[in-house]
């Protein structure tokens, strides 16, 4: 039990393109879904906090605009990177949970590359 | 604010050898803490969790760590290495969100 799967897990696209980034809980509700960017040998940093029918409560520094955070329903939340650009290259990992963070699942992760 | 700082971005040991990687954290109310390790290119899965009871946690892959208030710390050991465990290991602490330290690689030499 207790599956998310995060969908693509590598893309790659043209700067100015728009991508987005699925993330699924297969087995359960997810009240709540957390999205993380990761530069590469660095730790996870917390962009964003979504609940599930609400607006996402983004991390200062994070631009609203550009990473746009949907969860419509309790199994699925999406994380669009707008008019992307190389320096928004990065690995982005979500992670879903139905009882708070001390009970979250990760994805497996999307490897973004914008050229 | 909470906060996780890991002491030594990188840990080497030997095949067979004792695995200790440090965590200590910073929290204004009683931390729920976790483990988790990350192999290249994928997502995070959990190693072990403190959350209340019990200070020692036992986790999978014959992982433990031990909860010490006193030391705000939540060290992870592992009795005898195995060149499977290598990878980055990140800990992490969690109140309304999750925030995680700057992470450990192992490495284990044969």
């Known amino acids: 039990g207790a599956v998310v799967s995060q969908h693509p897990s590598w893309v790659i696209c043209k700067s100015g393109t728009s991508v987005k980034i699925e993330c699924r809980s297969l087995d359960f509700q997810a009240t709540t879904m957390f999205w993380y960017r990761q530069f590469p040998k660095q730790s996870l940093m917390l962009m964003a906090t979504?609940?599930?029918?609400?607006?996402?409560?983004?991390e200062q520094g994070v631009e609203k605009d550009k990473f746009l955070i949907n969860h419509a329903s309790l199994t699925l939340s999406t994380l669009t990177v707008t008019s992307a650009h190389p320096e928004d290259s990065s690995f982005y990992i979500c992670?879903?949970?139905?009882?708070?963070?001390?009970?979250?699942?990760f994805g497996q992760g999307t490897r973004l590359t914008v050229v | 604010a909470q906060s996780v700082t890991q002491l030594g971005s990188h840990v080497s040991v030997s095949e067979g050898a004792l695995v200790l990687l440090r965590c200590n954290y910073s929290s204004s109310v009683p931390p729920y803490l976790f483990w988790y390790v990350q192999y290249p290119n994928q997502g995070l899965q959990l190693l072990l969790k403190y959350t209340t009871g019990a200070t020692l946690v036992k986790g999978i892959n014959g992982f433990e760590a031990e909860f010490k208030k006193s030391e705000t710390s939540f060290h992870l050991t592992k009795p005898s290495a195995h060149m499977s465990d290598a990878a980055e290991y990140f800990c992490a602490v969690s109140n309304n969100d999750m925030r995680f330290g700057a992470g450990t690689r192992l490495t284990v030499k044969p």
């Open positions: 979504s609940n599930e029918g609400s607006k996402a409560t983004y």
């Open positions: 992670s879903a949970s139905d009882r708070g963070p001390y009970e979250a699942f």
